[in-house]
């Protein structure tokens, strides 16, 4: 596609609930991330994918978060047993994926609020 | 690790007036920097990326220099305008294609 698309764009969940984000990233791209941002923080890093590699989970802050990406395209993230403190604006971004690439295209994320 | 630093937090200005929005990172082995901008409630829109061999880039209104050696960059606005109000975010590519973000400056452009 022309860009980077997420859904939902909001997402209210119940507290112990399971919740899945999609991320459609542009077309070609090889890399794809997620991002969380927290409210009045910056961004922080939670996986990357590059290709058919083993993916970067070094930001995943709790067992219960998990991504998978299909076909080397669209991505899932899943939190399994959702708390408050997991909600944020997930946020995913693609890009060429080489070192020196010309950059990253976000989408415009997904607000997911835990009540 | 990297760690990625914006001042101010936070600006305020007058319509017409130049401004420069500062970041700083802790490690200068990075792969490039870039430039962001964000709206209330909406994702990122990338602005300006400069790779670790060049010095500066220009788009229109929007300066943004790299001095990798010192760990610091600039983002000039010329002629600032109210529909430059938003959150700028500065983040460096670090090793595995990972972005470190500061935690951005709010700019309000006062008409």
């Known amino acids: 596609g022309a860009g980077v698309s997420q859904s939902p764009s909001n997402k209210v969940t119940e507290k112990g609930k399971d919740v899945e984000l999609r991320c459609d990233p542009i077309s070609g791209h090889t890399a794809l991330y997620w991002y969380r941002q927290s409210l009045g923080q910056g961004l922080e890093f939670l996986i990357y994918?590059?290709?058919?590699?083993?993916?970067?989970k070094s930001g995943l802050p709790s067992d219960r978060f998990s991504a998978e990406r299909t076909g080397g395209s669209v991505s899932t993230l899943t939190i399994q047993r959702t708390q408050q403190e997991d909600s944020a604006v997930y946020l995913c971004?693609?890009?060429?994926?080489?070192?020196?690439?010309?950059?990253?295209?976000f989408g415009s994320g997904t607000r997911l609020t835990v009540v | 690790k990297q760690e990625v630093t914006q001042i101010p937090a936070a600006l305020s200005v007058p319509e017409g007036e130049n401004l420069v929005l500062n970041c700083s990172f802790t490690d200068s082995a990075i792969y490039n920097l870039q430039w962001f901008r964000q709206d209330p409630g909406k994702g990122l829109t990338s602005l300006l990326l400069?790779?670790?061999?060049?010095r500066e880039q220009t788009s229109g209104r929007l300066n943004a220099s790299l001095d990798k050696s010192s760990g610091r960059s600039t983002l000039y606005i010329a002629a600032s305008q109210p529909g430059d109000s938003a959150t700028y975010l500065c983040a460096v590519g670090a090793g595995g294609n990972k972005l470190v973000f500061g935690a951005g400056t709010i700019l309000r452009v006062k008409s």
């Open positions: 400069i790779q670790s061999s060049q």
């Open positions: 971004a693609s890009s060429t994926g080489q070192v020196g690439a010309r950059g990253y295209t």
């Open positions: 994918f590059q290709g058919n590699s083993a993916p970067d």
